[in-house]
Nanobody, 119 residues
Framework: QVQLVESGGGLVQPGGSLRLSCAASGSINHIYTMGWYRQASGKQRELVAAITSGGTTNYADSVKGRLSISRDNAKNTVYLQMSSLKPEDTAVYFC?????????????WGKGTPVTVSS
């Protein structure tokens, strides 16, 4: 059984920073793309950033230059460094990973960590 657990969310003032982490555990053979998504109240879930197993990254236009995704393959962990945060970044942030196990390749999601940007 694979589990993804996010951490690092919280309340931060506009212009502040946060670092989110998401660690995968279980019988994992390989992790392909890791990504961060967010869902604001009343809105659809959207991709924030993703990183392939080779290290290629892509970002939503709204976060380019402010958020940075990275991964530690030895720890099965993906990070999202967030800076210059804006109120519109307020959302629940979810991680997603494409993971190969003995049962095959599947996408797994974490349960989310809330981020609130407010003064």
């Amino acid at each position: 059984q694979v589990q993804l657990v996010e951490s690092g969310g919280g309340l931060v003032q506009p212009g502040g920073s946060l670092r989110l982490s998401c660690a995968a555990s279980g019988s994992i053979n390989h992790i392909y793309t890791m990504g961060w998504y967010r869902q604001a109240s009343g809105k659809q879930r959207e991709l924030v950033a993703a990183i392939t197993s080779g290290g290629t990254t892509n970002y939503a236009d709204s976060v380019k230059g402010r958020l940075s995704i990275s991964r530690d393959n030895a720890k099965n962990t993906v990070y999202l460094q967030m800076s210059s945060l804006k109120p519109e970044d307020t959302a629940v942030y979810f991680c997603k990973m494409g993971i190969l196990t003995a049962r095959g390749n599947m996408d797994y999601w974490g349960k989310g960590t809330p981020v609130t940007v407010s003064s």
